[in-house]
């Protein structure tokens, strides 16, 4: 029987992407969606974090600044900190690198407006729990829809970040201003991952491809490898 | 005019007359308050309501008609959609970002108070020329109040039209359209049972702002007009969010008799309004009111229009669950009032009674006018003209490359992509087609929105552009195989004070009534905004409609462009009456003595729908586009858009009009584009329901090519670059909005 791993969406007030993720994670074998609450201070027996887009506490203030301050968010760090899988989406993201999860910040898009169009991309690092499908340098076609995506850090963290091969995802035509076209990042240890483009989007398609469903495959997979590794170990 | 008959909130002095002999006294102040809002245009459509009754809302699958929050179509064996649009103009050219912004929260609260999840958003922008750049603000920061609602909540703004035009400068037209999804035994009424009853109220506390609102909305801009900022309403989507999933979660649990939204007139008109429906009187007590600002007079708070709010009607053993409900959701909510046996509307503050009026006075006994008519008269023209139809005079390319250049020719992609159009992922055709398609995810069923609200043939012949307006909506709805099955609509005009205005209007009401009623559309509800006129300019006849059809199977869709080479293109419809007048090239050349607007061919236009259905059904198309605004080259431009190189090559026979063959917007037509394979198909199924098709070329990269014969048989071409025609179609609006510093 295909174990089934309880992968956690977090639900915020104003958070708008949590019923489409949802969706998302039911396409996948093996991978069960549940609810978290922001006022949750338990892990349970969750597998993985998925931390939606929308518009967390209406945004009105810097963006993710109230959510990432919301109790949720220490576990969010301490299961991070244990190297499970999180993903941050658009909101998500924001709110992991307010949070000080992920290096960087968001800033509001060159072009002061929200965009909502598609984007052509590249994947560099698929050595994260949501990108072992992927070859290095794969094109993927995935929609942006943020007002605040224009990724900024400081230069010598900047080199840093590079150099260790933290960037995950670059805009083919940088569409709002982020610095060396970085669409989307991990941390140092390569378990936490913040994508501006909303894979959730693209996990079904009339038309196109369904590039997106490849990152919660993706997620399958990692899990999958864990779980039998971890049982090899007890044996 | 005597002094005492002086209003202190602008009633006219014969208005004020007939509510002291109604009364047998003086109002007094909060009285008078009431019955300024209730007695307003906007809420009492007096004005219209009786060339309203014109409109049929009746169909089989009509659930909910004219007189609830919105109309409610059946679309699958257990779901019915709620859909309406309303107009938010004054508030929009007074403070564009907030007046937009809760255009679109009241819109969907409308929408959520049937019991329905909100699901699509559309809009209608009609402003001035972009030149001025009052203009350019004013545009610039309604489509941001839009966005920062829509994207907000998570309802996406999927579509939707814009028009600029002189004549809209100082009153700029703001119409949102929503549609939401309810199961069939789980929708809301603002009827109330014939039960006792408290008034809840729940969401946003009270605040000044929008108080009077509606009055301010009911009369004409004039020149001194800059202090009604205090009448704009202010949005604040995160609480709208949070009061709609405590509404629909109580509607859900059954908890709540009726539910009207406090929108127009806020408290007082929702009170009012639905105890008149139930022959009952309401008793409200303003002290419970939860306050932003305790200093408030009760007429401040019976007439403020803060946003965000619910008035629900509830048994008493269910409100403690309610209480509980909002208190999870961290919205105010509070017992406010109660129906009454006695049909008056009581206002209360504790002991003190500071209103009370019979309910009928302010509903039923409202003032109704038919105001006079007058037809137009036509502007003389000079003597010398010449018709746009003369062919020859003008090169058709350089008529095309102006159509493309103008922001009304231009692609709207600077609009749409600062809306959230996909949050939700229903949405299974995104903006850059003419209608918004949305999949239910029930029996693969989906609806399709078509917006039209072109008013250039409306000022030309308002009956028959009317008519256009319905015909065109079809014709959209049908190049994606969908059949309408309900029409809301949102009638902007002028002063119906002026004969000419009101003329307009019962002409175009009755175009809209004949066409609905010939195609068996019911028109499930509606809006009117009056008074869109300043300095005594009003703004030509502006209906605009939204329609929507069901798609039986949304995995037969194709969009409406494609990137594929070597494609057949072909021509399905009418070619009855192909006349320019009141057409995109009618508005750009302006000729003193343009065509008539052209005749709906009713019988194809019929005969569409079932064409199409069978052809998205055998799979034979890649692409189907109507032919729309600017005619078969624009529409040529669009369907091939899918690739930034691909072009045309047509080859056409002997043109007697090529204006006419080119530049048509005539209703009825369908482009489409197909594998060469499955032309015998196609021709096949056009014979069979008697729709004339003709093939008209192929799709090529890096070509564009268009032969024909003149009238005396010359031969013709039009060459051109399809990426420099596409280069000016992206660059027109958003050239104009990028260049800024």
């Known amino acids: 029987m295909t174990p089934r791993h309880h992968v956690g969406i977090i639900r915020f007030p104003g958070t708008n992407c949590d019923l489409d993720t949802w969706e998302a994670i039911s396409l996948v074998p093996g991978l069960v969606p549940v609810w978290v609450s922001h006022k949750e201070k338990n892990s349970g027996d969750l597998a993985a974090i998925i931390l939606p887009g929308g518009f967390s506490y209406g945004d009105y203030f810097r963006t993710g600044a109230i959510a990432a301050r919301s109790p949720v968010m220490d576990l969010v760090g301490d299961f991070a900190q244990k190297g499970h899988p999180v993903l941050g989406i658009c909101n998500g993201f924001q709110i992991l690198a307010e949070a000080g999860i992920l290096p960087g910040t968001l800033l509001p898009n060159s072009g002061r407006t929200f965009l909502c169009q598609e984007e052509s991309l590249v994947i560099e690092n698929c050595r994260t729990p949501f990108t072992g499908l992927f070859d290095p340098g794969t094109p993927v076609t995935l929609p942006i829809a943020h007002q605040e995506g224009r990724f900024f850090i400081d230069p010598d963290r900047l080199q840093d970040i590079e150099k260790k091969g933290q960037v995950l995802l670059r805009y083919l035509n940088n569409p709002n201003g982020s610095l060396r076209e970085i669409a989307g990042l991990t941390n140092v240890t390569g378990n936490v991952v913040g994508l501006m483009p909303h894979p959730e989007r693209r996990s079904s398609s009339l038309f196109g491809r369904p590039d997106g469903l490849l990152f919660f495959q993706s997620l399958a997979l990692y899990l999958e490898r864990q779980s039998l590794r971890t049982l090899s170990e007890a044996h | 005019?005597?002094?005492?008959?002086?209003?202190?909130?602008?009633?006219?002095?014969?208005?004020?007359?007939?509510?002291?002999?109604?009364?047998?006294?003086?109002?007094?102040?909060?009285?008078?308050?009431?019955?300024?809002?209730?007695?307003?245009?906007?809420?009492?459509?007096?004005?219209?309501?009786?060339?309203?009754?014109?409109?049929?809302?009746?169909?089989?699958?009509?659930?909910?008609?004219?007189?609830?929050?919105?109309?409610?179509?059946?679309?699958?064996?257990?779901?019915?959609?709620?859909?309406k649009m309303e107009s938010h103009n004054h508030p929009s050219y007074i403070e564009p970002f907030q007046g937009a912004a809760t255009g679109v929260g009241g819109i969907l609260r409308d929408i959520f108070a049937m019991g329905a999840r909100p699901v699509a958003l559309t809009n209608s922008l009609v402003f001035g020329s972009l030149r001025q750049p009052r203009q350019l603000t004013l545009f610039r920061r309604v489509v941001a109040g839009i966005a920062a609602y829509g994207n907000s909540i998570g309802v996406p703004t999927m579509g939707g039209e814009v028009w600029f035009d002189e004549r809209y400068a100082k009153n700029i037209l703001v119409n949102a359209f929503a549609l939401g999804l309810v199961a069939e035994d789980g929708i809301m009424s603002a009827v109330p049972p014939p039960k006792?009853?408290?008034?809840?109220?729940?969401?946003?506390?009270?605040?000044?702002?929008?108080?009077?609102?509606?009055?301010?909305?009911?009369?004409?801009?004039?020149?001194?007009?800059?202090?009604?900022?205090?009448?704009?309403?202010?949005?604040?989507?995160?609480?709208?969010?949070?009061?709609?999933?405590?509404?629909?979660?109580?509607?859900?649990?059954?908890?709540?008799?009726?539910?009207?939204?406090?929108?127009?007139?806020?408290?007082?008109?929702?009170?009012?309004?639905?105890?008149?429906?139930?022959?009952?009187?309401?008793?409200?007590?303003?002290?419970?009111?939860?306050?932003?600002?305790?200093?408030?007079?009760?007429?401040?708070?019976?007439?403020?229009?803060?946003?965000?709010?619910?008035?629900?009607?509830?048994?008493?053993?269910?409100?403690?669950?309610?209480?509980?409900?909002?208190?999870?959701?961290?919205?105010?909510?509070?017992?406010?009032?109660?129906?009454?046996?006695?049909?008056?509307?009581?206002?209360?503050?504790?002991?003190?009674?500071?209103?009370?009026?019979?309910?009928?006075?302010?509903?039923?006994?409202?003032?109704?006018?038919?105001?006079?008519?007058?037809?137009?008269?036509?502007?003389?023209?000079?003597?010398?003209?010449?018709?746009?139809?003369?062919?020859?005079?003008?090169?058709?390319?350089?008529?095309?490359?102006?159509?493309?250049?103008?922001?009304?020719?231009?692609?709207?992609?600077?609009?749409?992509?600062?809306?959230?159009?996909?949050?939700?992922?229903?949405?299974?055709?995104?903006?850059?087609?003419?209608?918004?398609?949305?999949?239910?995810?029930?029996?693969?069923?989906?609806?399709?929105?078509?917006?039209?609200?072109?008013?250039?043939?409306?000022?030309?012949?308002?009956?028959?552009?009317?008519?256009?307006?319905?015909?065109?909506?079809?014709?959209?709805?049908?190049?994606?195989?969908?059949?309408?099955?309900?029409?809301?609509?949102?009638?902007?005009?002028?002063?119906?004070?002026?004969?000419?205005?009101?003329?307009?209007?019962?002409?175009?009401?009755?175009?809209?009534?004949?066409?609905?009623?010939?195609?068996?559309?019911?028109?499930?509800?509606?809006?009117?905004?009056?008074?869109?006129?300043?300095?005594?300019?009003?703004?030509?006849?502006?209906?605009?409609?939204?329609?929507?059809?069901?798609?039986?199977?949304?995995?037969?869709?194709?969009?409406?462009?494609?990137?594929?080479?070597?494609?057949?293109?072909?021509?399905?419809?009418?070619?009855?009456?192909?006349?320019?007048?009141?057409?995109?090239?009618?508005?750009?050349?302006?000729?003193?003595?343009?065509?008539?607007?052209?005749?709906?061919?009713?019988?194809?236009?019929?005969?569409?729908?079932?064409?199409?259905?069978?052809?998205?059904?055998?799979?034979?198309?890649?692409a189907s586009r109507a032919i729309g605004r600017g005619g078969l080259l624009r529409s040529l431009l669009q369907i091939v858009s899918g690739g930034t190189t691909l072009g045309v090559a047509l080859s056409l026979p002997r043109l007697d009009n090529p204006l006419q063959t080119f530049f048509s917007e005539a209703p009825g037509r369908i482009l489409l584009a197909f594998e060469p394979e499955h032309a015998p198909f196609i021709e096949q199924s056009a014979r069979e329901f008697g729709i004339p098709l003709r093939t008209i070329g192929i799709t090529v990269p890096h070509l564009w090519n268009i032969r024909y014969q003149d009238r005396d048989g010359r031969s013709k071409e039009l060459s051109d670059s399809p990426e420099q025609l596409k280069r000016r179609y992206s660059a027109s609006l958003a050239g104009q909005m990028e260049e800024l510093p």
């Open chain 2, 196 to 622: 006792p009853l408290l008034a809840v109220y729940v969401g946003n506390k009270t605040g000044r702002d929008g108080v009077s609102g509606a009055a301010m909305a009911s009369r004409s801009f004039t020149d001194g007009d800059t202090d009604l900022r205090p009448q704009v309403q202010v949005a604040d989507p995160f609480v709208g969010k949070k009061v709609m999933e405590a509404t629909l979660t109580i509607i859900r649990e059954g908890l709540a008799g009726a539910i009207q939204d406090m929108g127009a007139a806020g408290l007082t008109s929702s009170s009012v309004e639905m105890a008149a429906k139930a022959g009952l009187g309401i008793e409200i007590d303003v002290e419970k009111v939860p306050l932003r600002d305790s200093s408030m007079e009760p007429w401040e708070i019976l007439l403020s229009e803060s946003q965000e709010r619910m008035l629900l009607l509830v048994e008493e053993p269910r409100v403690g669950r309610i209480m509980d409900i909002a208190r999870e959701s961290q919205v105010s909510a509070a017992v406010v009032g109660r129906i009454i046996s006695d049909p008056v509307f009581r206002v209360r503050k504790g002991e003190t009674v500071f209103a009370e009026v019979p309910v009928p006075y302010l509903t039923d006994q409202a003032p109704l006018y038919d105001r006079p008519a007058r037809a137009r008269v036509p502007a003389p023209s000079p003597s010398a003209h010449h018709s746009p139809s003369e062919a020859g005079r003008h090169s058709i390319v350089e008529l095309f490359h102006r159509l493309l250049d103008h922001p009304n020719g231009g692609s709207a992609e600077w609009i749409s992509r600062q809306f959230d159009f996909e949050v939700g992922t229903r949405t299974l055709l995104s903006p850059g087609h003419d209608v918004a398609v949305v999949d239910l995810r029930e029996e693969e069923h989906a609806v399709a929105i078509s917006m039209a609200g072109f008013s250039h043939p409306l000022t030309r012949d308002p009956g028959r552009g009317a008519m256009l307006l319905v015909a065109k909506c079809v014709t959209d709805l049908a190049a994606v195989g969908a059949w309408p099955v309900g029409l809301t609509d949102c009638l902007n005009f002028g002063n119906p004070e002026r004969p000419e205005t009101m003329s307009d209007f019962v002409l175009a009401v009755s175009g809209i009534a004949d066409a609905t009623k010939r195609l068996g559309i019911p028109v499930v509800s509606g809006n009117v905004s009056f008074y869109n006129e300043t300095d005594g300019i009003s703004i030509p006849p502006t209906p605009i409609l939204a329609t929507c059809g069901l798609l039986s199977d949304r995995r037969r869709l194709v969009p409406g462009r494609t990137f594929r080479a070597g494609l057949s293109l072909a021509l399905a419809g009418t070619s009855h009456d192909l006349s320019l007048g009141g057409s995109y090239l009618d508005w750009i050349l302006d000729e003193p003595e343009p065509d008539p607007v052209p005749q709906v061919d009713w019988e194809t236009l019929a005969r569409l729908q079932p064409f199409m259905s069978v052809v998205l059904a055998g799979r034979t198309l890649c």
């Open chain 2, 1 to 83: 005019m005597t002094a005492d008959t002086v209003s202190r909130f602008k009633i006219p002095a014969h208005e004020m007359e007939r509510i002291k002999s109604l009364l047998g006294r003086d109002p007094n102040l909060t009285e008078e308050a009431v019955f300024s809002a209730l007695w307003s245009e906007h809420c009492s459509y007096k004005s219209s309501r009786i060339h309203l009754r014109k409109f049929s809302s009746k169909g089989p699958r009509v659930l909910m008609g004219p007189g609830e929050n919105a109309g409610v179509v059946r679309v699958t064996s257990r779901t019915g959609i709620a859909f």
